[in-house]
């Protein structure tokens, strides 16, 4: 029997395999929505390593891995719903004023090699679980219009989409749309 177990990010080698399996789960999925250019140019395996570092020592959010035995297969980071943009420079602002005091699930990979196990489904399921012990009565995610599969996903964990978006400008005149999903909890 696999040895399954969740793990809080707080060490470097925790952001270290976030990062990779984020950049992993963007070179599958949106190929072909974001803009190669700025896949190449951006979507490095350590680009998320500062963010989440910084995240944990601020307490923004908590990030969280699934390990089989010593190997992370899926990780994602929640928390109370952001209400300002905090990658400051950036041209993306999630419209979140309205959802104030909701948990949010600010990102979620499985590594591409590891999808169709159950995986993601553990421990998205333990992150909604946290929200909700955290005083959270509702919650929700973004995903990418075109994502049916990750649409499906959400959908089958009791998300809708609440006919809220965000749209996510790619320069010089790409922009992809995110749908907020919704929950209550």
């Known amino acids: 029997m696999e040895n399954l177990h969740f793990v ?3 060490k470097s080698e925790h952001f270290i395999a976030m990062s990779l399996i984020h950049a992993l789960g963007w070179r599958d999925t949106y190929a072909g929505y974001v803009p190669g250019d700025y896949m190449a140019r951006e979507i490095t395996d350590d680009r998320w390593v500062k963010f989440f570092r910084e ?3 601020l ?3 908590h990030g969280l891995l699934l390990y089989r035995d010593d190997t992370p297969v899926s990780c994602l980071n929640y928390g109370a719903a952001r209400t300002q943009n905090y990658n400051a420079g950036e041209a993306t602002v999630f419209p979140n004023d309205a959802y ?3 948990g949010e699930i600010i990102s979620f990979y499985t590594h591409p090699a590891e999808r169709g196990r159950g995986y993601g ?9 946290r929200l909700k012990a955290d005083g959270h009565d509702s919650a929700f995610v973004f995903v990418l219009r ?8 959400y959908a089958a964990h009791g998300f809708a989409w609440d006919g809220t978006h965000a749209d996510i400008p790619f320069p010089p ?8 999903y919704t929950k209550a909890l």
């Open 173 to 180: 005149d790409a922009v992809c749309v995110d749908l907020r």
């Open 121 to 129: 489904g553990l421990l998205f399921e333990e992150a909604l679980r």
């Open 55 to 57: 995240d944990y020592e």
């Open 146 to 153: 075109e994502n049916g599969k990750a649409r499906r996903f």
């Open 8 to 10: 809080d990010a707080c």
């Open 100 to 102: 104030a005091g909701w």
């Open 59 to 61: 307490g923004r959010c």
